[in-house]
């Protein structure tokens, strides 16, 4: 309607600028029919120059009056509002697709501008584009925004509350091999890139409304360029790494008597002392199984298809979209998840940190927070030096 008024508007200009160059020839240009019935208004007088205003809302009847108007062509249209290509704009709105002579398998979209209706999970039913924009805009932003910062502030919170959790007995100085080179450089590969992705991520989603206004637009465009690229290269060494940690611990990530009581109980997180477990506790293996194998498989997939490393896949704008969605949910949910980890494997609790980054910790430590994986080590069921060499600093314990 506003384009249609427009159009009016600029035919009215025209006629009463030729109008008015040639005045007193207006009632001629009214006589030719190129328009509705001229203005009951009188014309004003000539300035000099010609030109003339009109108010097109006096221009009866409209061309929109006419009841085909919303059905007419682009042809038709022009005939009676030149310039007003409404109709045209409508059809590529509507996602229709023209002819193209690009082959199909190297540009599936080609004979189509705008892609067609659709309503992703909580967009309302338009062009896909559209309703990608309203689903990032609306949920993915806002609410994983949200999460993120509230799991972070409960963090905050536990720490100020609990601080680290520490070691109640003395250090023996005897060490258990709890990780090998091999764990610890497949672990530590994982989170370098773990920890690129992640902060990569958060600038690309969130960084336009924590980093924009204090850089500027150009050094934030540049940094968001350079991460972007490391985004898309650090993500096949995660999933790499993944894998080789998925295989690396899944054994003594499997559920094992005791794992339920020690849910049931919060590992004894509030109380003064840890509930036993084997050697890694079922809070450990919720992350595994919830984090690096569910969300892990999920993340992964969806990161290789915006990478575009899936062969044979036919790679349309919508494939990418559906591919971003599920992607950043998933992603959200995993930086929640890991942030827990992160925090538990630093200042959360003392000597976990140095458990991961040495391979060796102390008998205290292996008692207090793994029990039975310390009887099982005692008991001589698991050697204490796993891999072949030990560091000059470790003493294996006797049994
Ligand atoms: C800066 C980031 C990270 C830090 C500081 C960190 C720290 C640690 C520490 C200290 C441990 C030893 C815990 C123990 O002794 O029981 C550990 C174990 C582990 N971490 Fe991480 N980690 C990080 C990121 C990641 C990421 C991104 C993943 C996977 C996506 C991951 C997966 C694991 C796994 C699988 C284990 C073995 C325990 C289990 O299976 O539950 N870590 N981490």
Redesign the pocket.
């Known amino acids: 309607m506003e384009r249609a008024r427009l159009a009016i508007f600029v035919i009215a200009l025209g006629v009463t600028g030729l109008a008015g160059a040639q005045a007193p020839a207006a009632p001629q240009a009214q006589a030719s029919g190129a328009l509705a019935p001229a203005p009951a208004t009188p014309v004003a007088p000539a300035a000099a120059g010609g030109i003339q205003g009109q108010n097109i809302f006096e221009v009866k009847p409209e061309a929109s009056a006419d009841p085909n108007y919303a059905q007419q062509t682009n042809g038709e249209r022009a005939r009676v509002q030149p310039g007003n290509n409404a109709p045209m704009w409508r059809q590529v709105g509507q996602g229709v697709t023209g002819y193209s002579s690009l082959p199909k398998s190297q540009a599936p979209e080609a004979g189509n501008l705008i892609q067609p209706f659709v309503q992703y999970p909580g967009s309302r039913l338009t062009n896909a584009g559209e309703a990608w924009r309203q689903v990032r805009n609306n949920w993915l932003i806002p609410y994983g925004g949200a999460l993120l910062l509230i799991v972070l502030g409960a963090i905050a919170l536990f720490y100020l509350g609990k601080g680290t959790l520490k070691t109640h007995g003395v250090d023996t100085g005897r060490k258990i091999e709890?990780?090998t080179p091999f764990e610890r450089s497949a672990?530590w590969s994982?989170?370098i890139a773990?920890?690129i992705l992640g902060i990569s991520g958060v600038v690309m989603a969130f960084g336009k409304f924590f980093l924009l206004p204090v850089m500027g637009a150009t050094l934030f465009g540049w940094l968001t360029y350079l991460l972007k690229n490391l985004h898309n290269f650090a993500g096949p060494v995660f999933a790499v790494s993944?894998v080789i940690?998925f295989f690396t611990?899944v054994r003594?990530?499997l559920p094992k008597r005791g794992d339920l009581g020690w849910l049931l109980k919060g590992g004894g997180l509030m109380s003064e002392h840890e509930v036993p477990s084997h050697r890694?506790n079922a809070g450990?293996?919720l992350?595994?199984w919830g984090?690096?194998f569910f969300l892990?498989i999920i993340v992964v997939a969806s990161g290789f298809v915006l990478d575009m490393l899936l062969p044979g896949l036919v790679y349309e704008r919508s494939t990418m979209q559906i591919a971003h969605m599920v992607h950043a949910v998933a992603t959200v949910l995993m930086m929640a998840m890991?942030l827990g980890?992160?925090y538990i494997?630093?200042i959360g609790m003392q000597g976990?940190?140095q458990?991961?980054k040495t391979g060796y910790v102390d008998e205290t430590w292996a008692k207090e927070h793994h029990e039975f994986w310390y009887d099982d080590v005692k008991a001589g069921h698991i050697p204490s030096q796993r891999s072949g060499k030990p560091t000059p600093s470790s003493q294996t314990i006797q049994a």
């Open positions: 709890r990780f672990h994982n989170a773990f920890c993944l940690i611990f003594d990530n890694f450990e293996k992350v595994f984090g690096v892990g890991f980890h992160i494997g630093t976990a940190y458990g991961m």
